[in-house]
């Protein structure tokens, strides 16, 4: 497509080193029927105005259009095409006032093509991978395409500019791109320079017909920099575009989702759906009515998200509110039960059900006294429902990992299937461990069941809750939140010191243990002269005075001695 010369149909390159094929004019025989373009029989009548009355109406469109024109039939393409058509192209960018001139060198439609075409590559005219854009040689190509127009700028193609055409090699369009794609890992550079190959060609083939070589040169250099200098005008001038591409798409996105019907979702939104990734990907390529009516499971399940994380906000914002209340309620209901008992904090009251539904439709502050009747009367089945859930948690972490350390021969100590019941959590080698109070080597990491449930709820009062905005007004958290954890090897070890004691792991409780209360000596410390322990301080001089290593005990059982 290029306007230099009508009738040569020979394949030539602009200075910018693209190749173009120029074809000559419609001939003035028609085409047989079967042959014949549907669309030139359609347009036939327009192409019946005159010259100069259709030159007068194409003026008045953008350049785009005008270069979609001239690919809609051979008809148009021959008036459009050619050199008396300049006055046309002219005008038709005087429709775009902020367009930067044409490029010395350019052809009109490869300059349209290159500065409204900013999604497609220029060679096979689709768009998949990256686009890489070298503004300089006018070469929009996607990451196929690159390897057929650019070359890796080694050592032998820069020894390859010698004498006077040595200075033009800087002024060769380049980019970059990384390394991975182009050369080995070995090479140690991140990213790789590329020259452009026509360009390349076209400059070493003019330069070598060139009857003074230095005139050449030095004309050529000045052509560059006159491009160099305005190429800030062209990448600002696409730049824009794009921008003002997006937005409109942007737009064309949200108005599609008030017509699914989150017109009003989407005006109590805190967060913009505009800035989801969904959307941005959208708007990075030409979007249809097609590409709209996929697009609609993604955006629906985009405006459930943020509705639910609305909802969620709101909801962390009315427990911030009812905190004080909502404290001084279960405090009460607290002090009624009896010592050592286990109950719930404020999070795992707040995350019940019923008590929601309590806050949700109070809606204020300050509870009501009858929403504060209400909530107290249904504390001790929150509780009792609490111990249930968190039991069962408890019951299932410790089948599962008796289940993943069976090749360490935890099954044969105790199977998995003798934990199906909360009556087994109660046998003297089932006992829990605090991830963080073992980090700071504390003695209080070994917990056993039911004071395991209060732990991870009182104790660590720093960490984040599954809600961030409670975390700065509660006190504490919802229990086990990944801290709580039962290691099997700790049962291993719990089973030796249970078969020292003369007794059976698989059934020895906690209160067997308690009546039998044996008096314990680590012979690795001090010589065996250290003081006696009791069995629940076992694991505990274990994990921080041993960590990993091998340590023998002595128990003594009334008269009975016994060493490992």
């Given at each position: 497509?290029?306007?230099?010369?009508?009738?040569?149909?020979?394949?030539?390159?602009?200075?910018?080193?693209?190749?173009?094929?120029?074809?000559?004019?419609?001939?003035?025989?028609?085409?047989?029927?079967?042959?014949?373009?549907?669309?030139?029989?359609?347009?036939?009548?327009?192409?019946?105005?005159?010259?100069?009355?259709?030159?007068?109406?194409?003026?008045?469109?953008?350049?785009?259009?005008?270069?979609?024109?001239?690919?809609?039939?051979?008809?148009?393409?021959?008036?459009?095409?050619?050199?008396?058509?300049?006055?046309?192209?002219?005008?038709?960018?005087?429709?775009?006032?902020?367009?930067?001139?044409?490029?010395?060198?350019?052809?009109?439609?490869?300059?349209?093509?290159?500065?409204?075409?900013?999604?497609?590559?220029?060679?096979?005219?689709?768009?998949?991978?990256?686009?890489?854009?070298?503004?300089?040689?006018?070469?929009?190509?996607?990451?196929?395409?690159?390897?057929?127009?650019?070359?890796?700028?080694?050592?032998?193609?820069?020894?390859?500019?010698?004498?006077?055409?040595?200075?033009?090699?800087?002024?060769?369009?380049?980019?970059?791109?990384?390394?991975?794609?182009?050369?080995?890992?070995?090479?140690?550079?991140?990213?790789?320079?590329?020259?452009?190959?026509?360009?390349?060609?076209?400059?070493?083939?003019?330069?070598?017909?060139?009857?003074?070589?230095?005139?050449?040169?030095?004309?050529?250099?000045?052509?560059?920099?006159?491009?160099?200098?305005?190429?800030?005008?062209?990448?600002?001038?696409?730049?824009?575009?794009?921008?003002?591409?997006?937005?409109?798409?942007?737009?064309?996105?949200?108005?599609?989702?008030?017509?699914?019907?989150?017109?009003?979702?989407?005006?109590?939104?805190?967060?913009?759906?505009?800035?989801?990734?969904?959307?941005?990907?959208?708007?990075?390529?030409?979007?249809?009515?097609?590409?709209?009516?996929?697009?609609?499971?993604?955006?629906?399940?985009?405006?459930?998200?943020?509705?639910?994380?609305?909802?969620?906000?709101?909801?962390?914002?009315?427990?911030?509110?009812?905190?004080?209340?909502?404290?001084?309620?279960?405090?009460?209901?607290?002090?009624?039960?009896?010592?050592?008992?286990?109950?719930?904090?404020?999070?795992?009251?707040?995350?019940?059900?019923?008590?929601?539904?309590?806050?949700?439709?109070?809606?204020?502050?300050?509870?009501?006294?009858?929403?504060?009747?209400?909530?107290?009367?249904?504390?001790?089945?929150?509780?009792?429902?609490?111990?249930?859930?968190?039991?069962?948690?408890v019951l299932i972490s410790a089948r599962k990992m008796l289940r993943l350390h069976h090749e360490i021969g935890s099954e044969t100590i105790l199977p998995s299937s003798a934990l199906r019941q909360k009556e087994g959590l109660n046998l003297t080698i089932i006992s829990f461990e605090c991830s963080v109070c073992k980090r700071q080597f504390r003695p209080w990491s070994s917990l056993r069941y039911p004071k395991v449930l209060m732990h991870g709820a009182y104790y660590h009062r720093t960490l984040s809750t599954a809600q961030p905005q409670l975390n700065k007004v509660f006190e504490n958290t919802s229990w086990n939140e990944g801290d709580i954890m039962f290691n099997p090897a700790t049962m291993t070890f719990m089973a030796e010191i249970v078969r020292l004691c003369g007794l059976d792991p698989r059934t020895t409780?906690?209160?067997?243990?308690?009546?039998?209360?044996?008096?314990?000596?680590?012979?690795?410390?001090?010589?065996?002269?250290?003081?006696?322990?009791?069995?629940?301080?076992?694991?505990?001089?274990?994990?921080?005075?041993?960590?990993?290593?091998?340590?023998?005990?002595?128990?003594?059982?009334?008269?009975?001695?016994?060493?490992?």
């Amino acid at each position: 497509m290029d306007l230099d010369d009508d009738n040569d149909n020979e394949r030539s390159m602009d200075s910018s080193g693209i190749g173009v094929m120029k074809r000559e004019a419609q001939p003035d025989f028609d085409f047989p029927a079967h042959k014949r373009l549907r669309n030139d029989e359609h347009l036939s009548p327009i192409l019946d105005i005159p010259e100069d009355i259709l030159y007068e109406i194409i003026q008045h469109l953008d350049p785009f259009s005008v270069l979609h024109l001239a690919q809609l039939s051979r008809g148009f393409r021959s008036i459009l095409m050619s050199k008396s058509s300049s006055g046309i192209w002219k005008a038709s960018r005087a429709n775009v006032p902020s367009l930067p001139d044409l490029r010395t060198g350019l052809s009109e439609p490869r300059y349209i093509d290159f500065m409204f075409n900013n999604e497609r590559c220029q060679s096979c005219l689709r768009q998949r991978g990256d686009v890489y854009v070298c503004y300089p040689a006018f070469s929009r190509t996607c990451s196929t395409c690159l390897r057929i127009h650019f070359h890796v700028a080694n050592d032998k193609w820069e020894r390859s500019y010698q004498g006077d055409l040595k200075r033009l090699r800087t002024y060769i369009p380049t980019i970059k791109v990384r390394q991975s794609k182009w050369v080995p890992a070995r090479d140690g550079r991140k990213w790789v320079t590329l020259y452009h190959k026509n360009t390349d060609w076209l400059w070493k083939d003019q330069y070598s017909r060139a009857g003074y070589k230095k005139e050449w040169v030095k004309a050529k250099i000045e052509e560059r920099k006159s491009i160099f200098k305005n190429t800030e005008s062209y990448i600002g001038w696409c730049e824009e575009r794009k921008y003002r591409q997006e937005e409109e798409r942007r737009e064309r996105i949200i108005k599609r989702i008030c017509q699914l019907g989150w017109g009003n979702e989407l005006n109590r939104c805190v967060q913009c759906p505009a800035d989801s990734p969904v959307i941005i990907k959208a708007c990075q390529k030409e979007l249809t009515d097609q590409d709209l009516f996929n697009l609609e499971p993604s955006l629906n399940q985009l405006m459930q998200n943020l509705q639910q994380r609305r909802l969620d906000e709101e909801r962390a914002k009315l427990l911030c509110e009812c905190f004080p209340g909502l404290k001084s309620i279960l405090e009460a209901f607290v002090r009624t039960l009896p010592p050592n008992s286990i109950y719930p904090s404020v999070v795992d009251v707040s995350d019940d059900p019923c008590i929601n539904e309590i806050l949700t439709i109070s809606n204020t502050p300050d509870l009501s006294e009858q929403s504060c009747k209400a909530i107290s009367d249904h504390l001790p089945q929150v509780t009792q429902d609490w111990i249930e859930q968190k039991t069962n948690e408890v019951l299932i972490s410790a089948r599962k990992m008796l289940r993943l350390h069976h090749e360490i021969g935890s099954e044969t100590i105790l199977p998995s299937s003798a934990l199906r019941q909360k009556e087994g959590l109660n046998l003297t080698i089932i006992s829990f461990e605090c991830s963080v109070c073992k980090r700071q080597f504390r003695p209080w990491s070994s917990l056993r069941y039911p004071k395991v449930l209060m732990h991870g709820a009182y104790y660590h009062r720093t960490l984040s809750t599954a809600q961030p905005q409670l975390n700065k007004v509660f006190e504490n958290t919802s229990w086990n939140e990944g801290d709580i954890m039962f290691n099997p090897a700790t049962m291993t070890f719990m089973a030796e010191i249970v078969r020292l004691c003369g007794l059976d792991p698989r059934t020895t409780t906690a209160s067997d243990m308690d009546l039998l209360n044996p008096s314990i000596k680590c012979m690795t410390c001090k010589w065996g002269k250290g003081p006696a322990m009791g069995w629940t301080e076992v694991i505990a001089h274990k994990q921080i005075d041993h960590g990993s290593g091998n340590a023998t005990f002595n128990v003594k059982l009334k008269r009975r001695s016994h060493k490992y």
